[in-house]
């Protein structure tokens, strides 16, 4: 053990080892603690039944039951997990434009009974990069994923400066407001307010925004 703690670079975060150097980064710790979300097994009779009762299942649905689901049973105890975590998936963490939850939503929910071991925050990052990838690669009008992460982190930035030196205590979305954030919007680029518009949570099923999906409103014609 000493031997691995004196051969540790603290400046690189490298473990330096005859046979080649290991890079600890803060994903590959993961690995050791928390699991991978468990894949869908079409032979798995739960997993179908679950696939089945929320393909297309629409948010209103989704606060409805968070809303009133009975809570002195094991099972309505593990039916609002699936629910709750739904509703922050579509609404705010790894948000779409459509009304409905996406099926790849779904795949969190197929085992609730320790949600807190799953790589949240490397899935959301994951979904939010394959969006802006969409977004930049495919022209597309809108861009899904979790805006609001990295307008809180751009924002972090402009207060405190470099973020691996910031001593601001986590989880640094803790530390900002409604208010905060819209006074912050209205001291930079336009873009930026439009972002934070978007991010808000949607307003009816029919008209409202859904989530945090920004779209593109900029003028494609010459000046």
């Known amino acids: 053990m000493m ?12 473990l330096k080892l005859e046979n080649g150097n290991i890079r600890i980064v803060p994903e590959l710790f993961q690995h050791l603690f928390v699991d991978d979300f468990p894949l869908f097994d079409s032979s798995n009779p739960t997993h179908v039944s679950i696939k089945t009762r929320y393909h297309r299942l629409k948010t209103v649905q989704l606060r409805h039951f968070v809303k009133h689901c009975p809570m002195d049973i094991e099972d309505g105890r593990m039916e609002f997990r699936r629910h ?19 099926p790849w939503h779904i795949d969190t929910v197929l085992d609730v009974s320790d949600p807190a071991r799953y790589r949240w925050p490397l899935h959301i990052f994951n979904s939010l990069e394959q969006a802006i990838r969409k977004y930049q690669h495919k022209k597309n009008k809108s861009c899904e994923g ?28 803790s530390a900002w407001t409604a208010k905060e954030l819209s006074a912050m919007a209205e001291t930079i680029q336009p873009e930026v307010i439009n972002l934070l518009d978007c991010s808000e949570p949607a307003q009816n099923e029919d008209g409202g925004k859904e989530g945090a999906t920004i779209e593109d409103t900029s003028d494609p014609s010459p000046e």
């Open 3 to 14: 031997m691995l703690a004196k051969a540790y670079n603290t400046e690189t975060s490298t």
């Open 84 to 102: 709750f975590i739904l509703l922050m998936l579509k609404t705010f963490l790894c948000p779409t434009v459509e009304h409905v939850i996406s």
């Open 146 to 173: 979790c805006m609001l992460g990295l307008l809180v982190l751009y924002f972090q930035k402009l207060k405190h400066g470099e973020l691996e030196d910031c001593q601001e205590p986590e989880p640094w979305l």
